[in-house]
Nanobody, 126 residues
Framework: QVQLVESGGGLVQAGGSLRLSCAAS????????MGWYRQAPGKQRELVAS???????KYAESVKGRFTVSRDNAKNTVYLQMNGLKPEDTAVYYC????????????????????WGQGTQVTVSS
């Protein structure tokens, strides 16, 4: 059973910083891209940042230069360092793991699948 557990959300004043973490657990063989999405009230969920297992990171235009995504493959963990936070960054932030494969048994792997965390609230006050 794969679980993605997020931590690090909270309340911060405008201009402040937060660091989100998301650890994937279970009998994990490999993970493709890992990333962060967010959803503000009344809005659609949007990509914030993603990082592939190897390659170039991707950021939403609104967070470029302020947010940094990183990952520790040995720990199956992805991080989001958020600096210069603005009230418009207020949202529930969700961790995503793409193309995750698990060990079925000693001889086979699961098909790739996508997993989501439960979400963590980030609130930025003005």
């Amino acid at each position: 059973q794969v679980q993605l557990v997020e931590s690090g959300g909270g309340l911060v004043q405008a201009g402040g910083s937060l660091r989100l973490s998301c650890a994937a657990s279970g009998s994990i063989f490999s993970i493709g891209a890992m990333g962060w999405y967010r959803q503000a009230p009344g809005k659609q969920r949007e990509l914030v940042a993603s990082i592939p297992s190897g390659g170039t990171t991707k950021y939403a235009e609104s967070v470029k230069g302020r947010f940094t995504v990183s990952r520790d493959n040995a720990k199956n963990t992805v991080y989001l360092q958020m600096n210069g936070l603005k009230p418009e960054d207020t949202a529930v932030y969700y961790c995503n793991a793409e193309s995750l494969r698990t060990y079925n048994n000693r001889h086979s792997l699961s098909a790739p699948d996508d997993y989501w965390g439960q979400g963590t609230q980030v609130t930025v006050s003005s």
